[in-house]
């Protein structure tokens, strides 16, 4: 019984730290620190609470294996959104933000001096 008390209180302190992970501002670490956290809880519950760590050998690889296609899985997942191309659209189109409360962003361009933009340059006066 100590036993099962003794998981329950590591996964009520990982539970805990899942809460103070998410309330840091860990940036792009933030995503991987709460995979790792559940990665532990679901393998306590599974080794402990489903009793894997007391079958055969064949049990504990089936889970390892199983834990491996995740994390490919996973890993592959965030390749492919850190990979993506910078969308074209202006920021307050998908933000509701104008672009001028976005330091980073390129500034406007205008049409070197002399030369028209489109609109019809209006005749001189004589």
Same mark, same amino acid.
């Given at each position: ?24 501002n860990?940036?792009?670490? *933030? %995503?991987?620190?709460? /995979?790792?956290?559940? $990665?532990?809880?679901? #393998?306590?519950?599974? !080794?402990?609470?489903?009793?894997l760590?007391e ?6 690889? *089936? %889970?390892?294996?199983? /834990?491996?296609?995740? $994390?490919?899985?996973? #890993?592959?997942?965030? !390749?492919d ?21 976005f ?8 049409a ?11 005749p001189?006066?004589?």
């Amino acid at each position: 019984m100590k036993r099962y008390v003794f998981i329950w209180l590591a996964l009520l302190t990982l539970t805990g730290a899942t809460v103070g992970v998410a309330s840091l501002n860990l940036g792009d670490w *933030a %995503l991987a620190a709460a /995979l790792i956290i559940a $990665a532990i809880k679901a #393998t306590l519950v599974a !080794l402990f609470f489903m009793h894997l760590l007391e079958q055969r050998a064949s049990y504990r690889v *089936a %889970l390892v294996v199983s /834990l491996l296609f995740v $994390a490919v899985l996973v #890993t592959f997942t965030v !390749l492919d959104v850190r990979t993506r191309f910078v969308p074209v659209m202006p920021q307050e189109a998908y933000t509701g933000v104008p672009e001028e409360a976005f330091p980073e962003a390129p500034p406007v361009r205008s049409a070197p001096a002399g030369q028209q933009t489109g609109a019809k340059a209006e005749p001189e006066a004589r």
